[in-house]
T-cell receptor, first 112, second 111 residues
Framework: EAQVTQNPRYLITVTGKKLTVTCSQNMNHEYMSWYRQDPGLGLRQIYYSMNVEVTDKGDVPEGYKVSRKEKRNFPLILESPSPNQTSLYFC???????????FGPGTRLTVL | GEDVEQSLFLSVREGDSSVINCTYTDSSSTYLYWYKQEPGAGLQLLTYIFSNMDMKQDQRLTVLLNKKDKHLSLRIADTQTGDSAIYFCAERMDSSYKLIFGSGTRLLVRP
């Protein structure tokens, strides 16, 4: 089954404790992206990757890092999480930039 | 600037038609998308329309595009309770190929 998976689905952590949210797709998509969803703000892009070893900042990259060592995986790293990073995070992939994106189920992160 | 706007909430009775509206800013956008988000789930692509089209129909869904007014709408015929969800429109910025999402319209279908 073609899908985008994210782990964990729910995470509660404390300020400053490094965490990684994993994202994996099995559709051989070149383009992958991370979004955060906050009430009243819709989806805002954090980082995206056009292909392996090619990543770039989205609209709200501060406080986040990503890597794309393999085509299927695109982890989101929060080196020192802060409460304003409490949000619902979505990973997405597509055959190319601007093409219809397929979304993961989301990761709800709470930073205390 | 880049902005996609939608009304926040729509309530309809089961069996009626729903119309969700969206306005966008980039007149050169090539593709416009509609996504559906059910509670606790990710976004699911419903349909899309290419900018040289005025209308696209897919079963109960009809997308209308007015390029002059930069207005996009999604009509759901015979709305069912399972259609209750948040609906997002998104435009593809041709200058950057980014997808810009609206803030979503919550559709509530009353029995």
């Amino acid at each position: 089954e073609a899908q985008v998976t994210q782990n964990p689905r729910y995470l509660i952590t404390v300020t400053g404790k490094k965490l990684t949210v994993t994202c994996s797709q099995n559709m051989n998509h070149e383009y992958m992206s991370w979004y955060r969803q906050d009430p009243g703000l819709g989806l805002r892009q954090i980082y995206y990757s056009m292909n392996v070893e090619v990543t770039d900042k989205g609209d709200v990259p501060e406080g986040y890092k990503v890597s794309r060592k393999e085509k299927r995986n695109f982890p989101l790293i929060l080196e020192s999480p802060s409460p304003n990073q409490t949000s619902l995070y979505f990973c997405a992939s597509s055959v190319g930039q601007g093409a219809a994106q397929y979304f993961g189920p989301g990761t709800r992160l709470t930073v205390l | 600037g880049e902005d996609v706007e939608q009304s926040l909430f729509l309530s309809v009775r089961e069996g009626d038609s729903s119309v969700i509206n969206c306005t966008y800013t980039d007149s050169s956008s090539t593709y416009l998308y509609w996504y559906k988000q059910e509670p606790g789930a990710g976004l699911q692509l419903l349909t899309y329309i290419f900018s040289n089209m005025d209308m696209k129909q897919d079963q109960r869904l009809t997308v209308l595009l007015n390029k002059k007014d930069k207005h996009l709408s999604l009509r759901i015929a015979d709305t069912q309770t399972g259609d209750s969800a948040i609906y997002f429109c998104a435009e593809r910025m041709d200058s950057s190929y980014k997808l810009i999402f609206g803030s979503g319209t919550r559709l509530l279908v009353r029995p």
